[in-house]
Nanobody
Framework: QVRLVESGGGLVQPGGSLRLSCAAS????????MRWYRQAPGKERELVATITSTGGSATYLDSVKGRFTISRDNAKNTVYLQMNSLKAEDTAVYYC?????WGQGTQVTVSS
């Protein structure tokens, strides 16, 4: 079965950290560029981070640079998003993407 399953979301205080995981199955993960998107209430979905198939290159949304790190483990068919120094404006549903596949999303809420 071809799918992406995110996990690791939750409620965290401002300044805190979370690590999101996305487990892939049913396709050749090691050949896929992987992306994390997010969508806040009332806003359009935006691209947060991208990592190439080998993990050799990553790019980030300007507002998360220096705070978020995307990584992958091709042996485990999993991509991660380490999120540090979280802010209220990072609150959103975070989605894993391997075009054209989408996960179901995981909620991240940053609030005191």
């Amino acid at each position: 079965q071809v799918r992406l399953v995110e996990s690791g979301g939750g409620l965290v205080q401002p300044g805190g950290s979370l690590r999101l995981s996305c487990a892939a199955s049913g396709f050749t993960f090691s050949s896929a560029t992987m992306r994390w998107y997010r969508q806040a209430p009332g806003k359009e979905r935006e691209l947060v981070a991208t990592i190439t198939s080998t993990g050799g290159s990553a790019t980030y949304l300007d507002s998360v640079k220096g705070r978020f790190t995307i990584s992958r483990d091709n042996a485990k068919n999993t991509v991660y998003l380490q999120m540090n120094s979280l802010k209220a404006e990072d609150t959103a549903v975070y989605y894993c993407n391997a075009h054209p596949l989408w996960g179901q999303g995981t909620q991240v809420t940053v609030s005191s």
